[in-house]
């Protein structure tokens, strides 16, 4: 069936380093994909989504690239904040083979992101 | 202002006592949904529910049910047949087609 691996945590890195988390999938069909941010005691928001092969999604300084070759979707941004310091999920839209219309998602196991000052 | 709200935030339960948990939303979204999060293993689908008075299991639903009499609300019933139940648990809403889930700000629940 579909899944998500990526990465696991805790990832700590100090303030304006690279940041890259690591996910890949295994999907039936054609996938969207999604980066979701969940900060202490909150629930998640979407971060970004690609919707098809070679999409790149982005918002808040943070990219990812859908990669059909590599069924990858890894998460990266150039400078990270203390700000930034959640636990992000990534995640793929079980839509089946045919890409109908639901919205089940699959989620990775979360990768936690520290950010010392 | 619209959104998801669950209530309430935390909740204490003794064990063998049934419990729900409340999730109400104003988005005007067709589809909810029921997650439970554990230390370690992410999100996993309890229940959804792509129209009022219809409702699908998940992956993991043994132990929980959910009503959708209305299409605002969407609780959910963890009963005592549910080993595990101390958990964080997730409320989603979507819109329609492919649209991207929004999620409200959880329930923690602890059974002692």
């Known amino acids: 069936g579909n899944s998500v691996t990526q990465m696991e945590g805790p990832v700590t890195l100090s303030e304006e380093a690279f940041l890259t988390i690591n996910c890949t999938y295994t999907?039936?069909?054609?996938?969207?994909l999604f980066w979701y941010v969940q900060y202490p005691g909150e629930g998640l928001q979407l971060l970004l989504k690609?919707?098809?092969?070679?999409d790149k999604g982005s918002n808040k300084g943070f990219e990812a690239t859908y990669r059909k070759e590599t069924t990858s979707f890894h998460l990266e941004k150039g400078s990270v904040q203390v700000s930034d310091s959640a636990v992000y999920f990534c995640?793929?839209?079980?839509?089946?083979?045919?890409?109908?219309?639901?919205?089940?998602?699959?989620f990775g196991t979360g990768t936690l992101l520290a950010v010392q000052p | 202002d619209g959104g998801i709200t669950q209530s309430p935030k935390y909740l204490f339960r003794k064990e063998g006592q049934n419990v729900t948990l409340s999730c109400e939303q104003n988005?005007?979204?067709?589809?909810m949904y029921w997650y439970r999060q554990d230390p370690g293993q992410g999100l996993r689908l309890i229940y959804y529910?792509?129209?009022?008075?219809?409702?699908q299991k998940g992956d993991i639903a043994e132990g929980y049910s959910v009503s959708r009499e209305k299409k605002e609300s969407f609780p959910l019933t963890v009963t005592s047949a549910q080993k595990n139940p101390t958990a964080f648990y997730l409320c989603?809403?979507?819109?329609?087609?492919?649209?991207?889930?929004?999620f409200g700000n959880g329930t923690r629940l602890t059974v002692t």
């Open positions: 989603a809403t979507s819109g329609q087609g492919n649209s991207p889930l929004h």
């Open positions: 999907a039936t069909g054609y996938p969207s």
């Open positions: 690609a919707t098809k092969a070679d």
């Open positions: 995640a793929l839209s079980d839509s089946g083979l045919y890409g109908g219309a639901t919205n089940k998602l699959i």
């Open positions: 988005l005007n979204h067709d589809a």
């Open positions: 529910s792509q129209i009022v008075n219809d409702f």
